[in-house]
């Protein structure tokens, strides 16, 4: 079973850079048709969902958010990392990491528990 635990500072002030890492057990991150995401929720709102790495080392990343968004993995340790750059209080949000997972469609599998990001100075 594929198990995935969040970490990393829960409070990051304005214009710095959010930083976590997802922490994968039970599977290789390179294993075929994986794709490792971070998503996230803002306190009243739905779910964003902000990019992944591929189990290729590729990435893909929310338009909107492009420019200030990284991820990036490190297969001896078996995790991926998000940052997130020039952040503001609008980055406040609870983040998560999951495996998106398929070979022609994907869908969400495994999912982390979540860890809160407050941005404040």
């Known amino acids: 079973q594929v198990q995935l635990q969040e970490s990393g500072p829960g409070l990051v002030k304005p214009s710095q850079t959010l930083s976590l890492t997802c922490t994968v057990s039970g599977n290789s991150i390179t294993t075929d048709y994986y794709y490792w995401s971070w998503i996230r929720q803002p306190p009243g709102k739905g779910l964003e969902w902000l990019g992944y790495v591929a189990y290729t080392g590729s990435t893909s990343y929310l338009p909107s958010l492009k420019s200030r968004t990284s991820i990036s993995r490190d297969t001896s340790k078996n995790h991926f990392t998000l940052q997130l750059s020039s952040v503001t209080p609008e980055d406040t949000a609870v983040y998560y990491c999951?495996?998106?997972?398929?070979?022609?469609?994907?869908?969400?599998?495994?999912w982390g528990q979540g860890t809160q990001v407050t941005v404040s100075s």
């Open positions: 999951a495996s998106l997972v398929g070979e022609l469609g994907l869908s969400f599998g495994s």
